[in-house]
């Protein structure tokens, strides 16, 4: 009797895995959550991501050595850069929520945060300690939050990034747009070079714009782009992503995935 109850009980787990699984495979089906994971291997295992990043930091230390060389301004020379996945790779939390059948969410994003474990993208590091030693500040302008700020700073300072402290780094206050923090550093700086993934991190005029709008500005700042504006690949998550759903962040993953096949052209 014991022996038909414990196989009664096998049998029964078994299922109920079973159908955990399908539902966790049905979740992760679609474009969005699904889409994660396949993006995010790209970002993890594929050696030319790796190259794309180690082109956009030697790109990077080529202009510094050339704004140097050619600036005539008395104020003191700096680099403007974004955090994530500009110079941390943040990857392993998209992985952690698309195995749960989750998007992105505010409170899990600052749990991740808080640990300050992300990993460093290629020719990052390399490039700010080589900037520093060259007597040119680093400020980190993120919209990651003043709540994050402690977990940012043991993160960057876990990899020994220069300017680790709260002068350096510049949070999101009431308003996600990053022109205002840059015109302040302006006023006082000459910031030689912009560093980022996004680009309303160069820009305000790809604020809140429609993607339309984002191609017509990027054709406009054409010759800036490799020369001051240091553009790092994040297939992801972005403005590009938000720009299709035109900034409704209410949508459903089933509602944006209805979205992207709609834009998508076939042949």
């Known amino acids: 009797m014991a022996k038909k109850f414990l196989l009664i009980l096998i049998a029964f787990c078994s299922c109920a895995t079973q ?15 699904g889409g994660r994971l396949f993006t995010s291997v790209f970002q993890q295992h594929a050696a030319e991501y790796k190259a794309l990043c180690f082109q956009a930091y030697n790109i990077a230390t080529l202009r510094l050595h050339q704004a140097i060389d050619q600036s005539t301004s008395s104020r003191p020379k700096a680099v403007i850069t974004d955090i994530d996945e500009t110079i941390l790779d943040n990857s392993p939390y998209a992985v952690h929520r698309a195995l749960l059948g989750l998007d992105y969410e505010p409170t899990s994003w600052m749990d991740w945060t808080s640990q300050g474990v992300a990993d460093t993208l290629s020719g ?7 900037a520093a030693s060259k007597n040119v500040e680093v400020f980190y302008v993120s919209n990651r939050s003043e709540k994050e700020r402690a977990g940012t ?26 022109e205002p923090r840059r015109q302040q550093l302006a006023a006082s700086y000459n910031i030689i070079l912009l560093i980022g993934d996004n680009l ?5 005029l790809f604020d809140h714009k429609t993607t339309t709008e984002r191609t017509q500005n990027v054709r406009h700042l054409a010759d800036d782009f490799g020369k001051k504006f240091i553009v790092l690949p994040n297939a992801n998550y972005g403005d590009w992503e ?3 759903y035109q900034y409704n962040y209410r949508l459903t993953s089933t509602q944006k995935d209805s979205i992207i096949k709609s834009l998508l052209r076939g042949y």
């Open 200 to 204: 309303a991190d160069f820009s305000g």
């Open 19 to 33: 159908k955990k699984l399908n539902n966790t495979t049905s979740h992760n089906n679609g474009l969005t959550v």
């Open 242 to 244: 938000s720009a299709l």
């Open 153 to 178: 700073i043991a993160n960057l300072k876990k990899f020994g990034f220069p300017y680790a402290d709260d002068a350096h780094l510049i949070l999101k206050t009431t308003v996600s747009s990053k």
């Open 124 to 130: 990052a590091l390399r490039f700010f300690k080589y």
